[in-house]
């Protein structure tokens, strides 16, 4: 049975950066496709970064060029590279899980197609 748990979350200024990882428990890493989602009242959320278990990788749009997700194999881990934070990133962040499940580029990140998540890691920022 697959478990995941996030870590690295905190508070930090607007402009700022901050790396959040999450560590899979359970057989056969590499053949889960991982994912970040944000919860957050009354702002943007939603799903976030996503690296498939052919490392493909894809984002939502209100974090690329700022967000870099990527999977370490060998650690069982996925890293979620925030900089530039502003303001609406505040939020839970989300780490989960799910065997073979390809990134499609025809639609957003869905929370539905993913069945094992973490507790979640807080990180605020401030303006």
């Known amino acids: 049975q697959s478990q995941v748990m996030e870590s690295g979350g905190g508070s930090v200024q607007a402009g700022g950066s901050l790396t959040l990882s999450c560590q899979f428990s359970?057989?056969?890493?590499?053949?889960?496709?991982l994912a970040w989602f944000r919860q957050a009242p009354g702002l943007e959320g939603g799903g976030i970064a996503m690296?498939?278990?052919?490392?493909?990788?894809k984002y939502a749009e209100f974090v690329k060029g700022r967000f870099t997700a990527s999977r370490n194999n060998d650690k069982n881990t996925l890293s979620l590279q925030m900089s530039n934070l502003k303001p609406e990133d505040t939020g839970m962040y989300y780490c989960?899980?799910?065997?073979?499940?390809?990134?499609?580029?025809?639609?957003?990140?869905?929370?539905?197609?993913?069945?094992?998540w973490g507790h979640g890691t807080q990180v605020t920022v401030s303006s």
């Open positions: 989960a899980c799910r065997g073979f499940l390809r990134v499609d580029d025809r639609r957003p990140i869905d929370p539905t197609e993913f069945f094992t």
């Open positions: 359970g057989p056969s890493f590499d053949r889960y496709s």
């Open positions: 690296v498939d278990f052919t490392c493909t990788t």
